[in-house]
Structures are given as C-alpha cells and as structure tokens.
C-alpha cells in the first residue's frame, strides 16, 4: 500500500511494564525511521533502519530501547520498562531513497501513555 | 550544530492572507530542505521540499524562499485558506547521516 501503517494507535502502560510499537513501511521503500513527538511538537529521532539492518542509532536510549526491521514482517520498536518520561506520540517514516526527492512518508503515529 | 531554529511558534492570518514562517539552520552539511505540514492526531506530511543549489520553488500556493549564504530558508503560503491551519515545520537532511532535522513548528490558525 502507499501508507505506513502504525499499530496500535494507542497504548497505556504501567511505569516499569513493556511497550511494543509496530510499523509496515511502504512496500519498496528501504529506509525506515522511528521518531519520538513530545509534548511541545519537538521531534526526537531516535533510528533508522536501511533494510533490515540499523543505520543510525545515535537517537536511542539503548538500556530500554530496541527496534527491529526484519524481512517480511512489520518493523518494532519495543521499550522495556517503561517510565513515565516515555510518554509521546512515536512515529514511523519510510523513504525510497533516503530522503531525497520524496522525502519521508510518515505514518499517524502510535500515542503511548506511561501512567 | 544539529538544530534547526523556527519561528514564530504560532501565527494568525486572515483567509485571504500571506502565511510566512521562517526557519534557520547552522550545519553546511544540510543539503535538502522539506516543509511538512501536520494536523491533529495525523503523521507530517510532506509539502514542498528544496535544494540548496535552488533559491526558489513553487508548488501551487505554496513557496520556498531559500538563502544559502544567510542559511535560512522560509515558506510562504499564498491566499491562505482555513483548512491551511495547521502544525509547519521545516526541516533539513544530512545526507551523509541520512537524519532529518525538524523545526520547533509553527501553529498556523487561518481565520475565516
């Protein structure tokens, strides 16, 4: 399909139980990205992800955070032991070619609430 | 270094007016330059992009105006028109990183 298909839309959790986010890029696009949205519309990246292997990780608080994008199943970001700080909207992008000329293609993000 | 500055963070225009949000970035490495615009509850969506190497670009109502040199670039929305008001935020690629950059964005209220 021609959207990026974010699940689930919302999430509530417990401060100190897990969060799993999923994400199906667009069919032929090779770059996926996650970005985290606070409450002030600022925009955290936190990975990206050429295929399925990690391109940029510089964005990621690795004690608690990791994502995956393996072949023929929807990309995860998955936040173990969650704390109330973690509480955003998460989007997912994906690009053809890294950005240039169609740039990045987001999806309607997942809002997880840590209470 | 990495930061992309916008202002203003909020903007009332009148339907019929001219929209125009500013944007300034530090790092030379930055080499494309998106808008995106964002309602609620949805994902940004891409609006009008631009190279450096390009001081202008026009898609419809919609305007880049692009300094290289003073490295700010700013959109310009033409007659704009209720159902423009939304969430703009610039950003900028580093390519060699493949990262993009967003803005603080830009909360545009278009009255009738």
């Known amino acids: 399909g021609e959207e990026v298909a974010q699940t689930p839309k919302h999430l509530v959790r417990g401060e100190g139980q897990k969060a799993k986010l999923y994400c199906a890029p667009i069919k032929g696009h090779s770059y996926v990205f996650w970005y985290q949205q606070v409450l002030k519309n600022e925009f955290k990246f936190l990975i990206s992800?050429?295929?399925?292997?990690?391109?940029?990780e510089t964005g990621m608080p690795k004690e608690r955070f990791s994502a995956k994008c393996l072949p023929n199943s929807p990309c995860s970001l998955e936040i173990q032991a969650t704390k109330l700080e973690d509480s955003a909207v998460y989007f997912c992008a994906s690009s053809q070619s890294g950005g240039y000329n169609y740039g990045y293609t987001f999806g309607s993000g997942t809002r997880l609430t840590v209470v | 270094q990495q930061q992309v500055k916008q202002s203003p963070q909020s903007l009332i225009v009148q339907k019929g007016g001219i929209s125009i949000i500013n944007c300034a970035y530090e790092?030379?490495?930055?080499?494309?330059f998106p808008w995106y615009q964002q309602f609620p509850g949805k994902g940004p969506a891409l609006l009008i992009a631009?190279?450096?190497?390009?001081s202008e670009k026009k898609e419809g109502r919609f305007t880049i105006s692009f300094n290289k040199s003073a490295k700010q670039f700013s959109l310009h929305i033409m007659d704009s028109q209720p159902g423009d008001s939304a969430t703009y935020f610039c950003a900028a690629l580093w390519g060699a990183t493949n990262k993009l950059i967003f803005g603080t964005g830009t909360l545009l209220a278009v009255q009738p």
């Open positions: 992800f050429q295929n399925e292997n990690v391109f940029d």
């Open positions: 631009i190279r450096p190497d390009v």
């Open positions: 790092n030379t490495a930055f080499d494309y």
